[in-house]
């Protein structure tokens, strides 16, 4: 005979949610507890957190353990942390052994692998759905981890949320100027990252023109125009920084790699146009210190004197 319908819908949901089934899940389609024991028992379903079983044969991801552990807690809580970077796609964070969660803090976040936090004030927003599991937001993120980052990781990670536009800088000011100091966070850290990216600051698209970014602004060098476009006929290129009125462009090795061949061929062919119209490339590398990519980029400013009149910063 086949399974009435009701005793599908664990299964149906349990295909949109890593293959995992609650308790209250199960319990609504009619499957007790004795039903879940027995189905534990003929192997259909494995136990993976307290209340929570998971469809035998499917993954077992550190996405399915995040999602079984936020199951298995109340609605209180929320993926924090390393873990809430993780889940936001920051680089980085790749220690699957221990789950962050923030919450009330009670005896029920006493689960193998878990490391609880403690949410003493939370604001509106600060707790979002990241693919259907709760987590706390990415300017939470940043203020929860400024206690055990440095400044320049701290400072990657606000970069990672720019490039993504899930961040604002004028949001992260505004939520640094009314925080203050607490176990596991650091003002100071925050205002120190934030020092760093005066406003305009652009991340670029990847680590390393944040970085670039940052050295101009420190040694109040020229701001260039970021991804600045260039067309020689139906060629169009971009460069990651560029100094129009004096037609230098800056690329550094770094920004990213070659995967093909033809990759090469366009860089080559690029710098050929723009040498040939009378562009002057920088090149820095990530290997390079900061003091030696300020004075590569002092000796090339000051060489190449500008056409037209600009106005240094303050």
């Known amino acids: 005979m086949a399974e009435p319908p009701r ?9 949109r949610n890593d293959g995992l089934i609650p308790r209250e899940v199960a319990a609504q389609a009619g499957l007790g507890r004795g039903g879940l024991a027995r189905r534990r028992a003929n192997g259909r379903y494995r136990s993976i957190r307290p209340g929570v079983v998971a469809v035998a044969g499917s993954p077992r991801t550190w996405m399915q353990m995040v999602r079984a552990t936020l199951l298995a807690l109340s609605a209180e809580y929320a993926a924090s942390h390393t873990t809430s970077a993780k889940l936001w796609g920051c680089p980085g964070f790749d220690d699957e052994n221990v789950i962050h969660v923030s919450g009330p803090f009670d005896r029920r976040t006493r689960l193998s692998g878990v490391r609880p936090h403690r949410i003493a004030t939370a604001e509106a927003g600060d707790i979002v759905s990241r693919y259907g599991i709760r987590c706390t937001n990415p300017l939470r993120t940043v203020i929860d981890m400024s206690g055990s980052l440095d400044v320049p990781a701290l400072g990657r990670l606000v970069d990672h949320f720019l490039r993504g536009r899930v961040l604002r800088l004028d949001d992260l000011r505004s939520r640094v100027n009314r925080t203050r100091p607490a176990p596991g966070r650091s003002v100071r850290t925050l205002r120190l990252v934030l020092a760093a990216r005066i406003p305009g600051y652009d991340p670029g698209e990847s680590e390393l023109e944040g970085r670039i970014a940052r050295i101009l602004d420190r040694a109040r060098l020229p701001r260039p125009t970021q991804q600045h ?12 920084f560029a100094w129009p009125d004096r037609k230098l462009y800056l690329e550094g090795n770094g920004f990213g790699w070659h995967a093909l061949a033809s990759d090469l061929d366009r860089d080559a062919r690029r710098q050929n146009e723009l040498v040939l119209d009378g562009w002057t490339p920088i090149e820095v ?3 390079m210190t900061d003091a030696e990519i300020e004075a590569v980029l002092r000796r090339f400013l000051g060489a190449f004197g500008q ?3 600009y106005v240094m910063r303050e």
């Open 285 to 287: 590398t990530w290997r």
């Open 229 to 240: 476009r260039a067309e020689f006929g139906a060629h169009r290129y971009r460069l990651d």
């Open 307 to 309: 056409s037209r009149t």
């Open 7 to 15: 005793e599908r819908r664990p299964e149906e949901w349990a295909e």
